[in-house]
């Protein structure tokens, strides 16, 4: 069973500033299968970047994904003030057909 | 646009059972594989479940499985998540979310659209 973890578990910036989030998989994985998702306060997650490096439908392109085998970053160039959430990655396994969350870094206003 | 609505949420004693609902629109319902996934109150997101566009083959987390079934009804555009058995840790808000679009990269397995949510508690 893959596990993915998240760090750091917080991270507190200002607007403007850059935010890099880091996501590892407890073993190699396929990079088509990994995604991130923003979910603020009291609301649905959303999807920012699938295939590890695609940004989705509307993502400003100030979100960018990087990363392969278990190493994957999200970084924010120059934050927002609705950029403040908490992001997460997230893993599907072929074998036998589980998706699985990392437990998420939150994102707040130093 | 796409839409998707849970419903079915509340409040059930340990032990009991619980349907829940998501109401699709704004795409080929069919054509997309579904899945519920759940946030424990301040907590991250677990997987729950998904249904291929058929209704066959399903997969559950290891949490749920022989506890929980997942169907759809594709004339309704409805997928179900019927919950029995339901233990305190099952307290969550579910989420259904529709899976890629396989017909654009077939390589689609993440969620692009969301529901809002519907709150499960399981309490005496």
């Known amino acids: 069973e893959i596990v993915l973890t998240q760090s750091p578990g917080t991270l507190s910036l200002s607007p403007g500033e850059r935010a890099t989030l880091s996501c590892r998989a407890s073993?190699?994985?396929?990079?088509?299968?990994l995604a991130w998702y923003q979910q603020n306060r009291g609301q649905a997650p959303r999807l920012l970047i699938y295939g590890a490096s695609t940004r989705a439908t509307g993502i400003p392109d100030r979100f960018s994904g990087s990363g392969s085998g278990t190493d994957f970053t999200l970084t924010i160039s120059r934050l927002e003030p609705e950029d403040f959430a908490v992001y997460y990655c997230?893993?599907?396994?072929?074998?036998?057909?589980?998706?699985?969350f990392g437990p998420g870094t939150k994102v707040d206003i130093k | 646009q796409v839409q998707l609505v849970e419903s079915g949420g509340g409040l059930v004693k340990p032990g009991g059972s619980l349907r829940l609902s998501c109401a699709a629109s704004?795409?080929?319902?069919?054509?997309?594989?579904i899945s519920w996934i759940r946030q424990a109150p301040g907590k991250g997101l677990e997987w729950v479940s998904y249904?291929?566009?058929?209704?066959?083959?399903?997969y559950y987390a290891d949490s749920v499985k022989g506890r929980f079934t997942i169907s759809r009804d594709n004339t309704k555009k409805t997928v179900y998540l019927q919950m029995n058995s339901l233990r305190a840790e099952d307290t969550a808000v579910y989420y259904c979310a529709r899976i890629g679009d396989f017909a654009r990269w077939r390589s689609s397995f993440y969620f692009d659209h969301w529901g809002q949510g519907t709150l499960v508690t399981v309490s005496s």
């Open positions: 249904i291929t566009g058929g209704g066959d083959p399903v």
């Open positions: 073993q190699s994985v396929n990079s088509n299968y």
């Open positions: 997230q893993h599907y396994d072929t074998s036998p057909g589980r998706f699985t």
């Open positions: 704004g795409f080929i319902f069919s054509d997309f594989y």
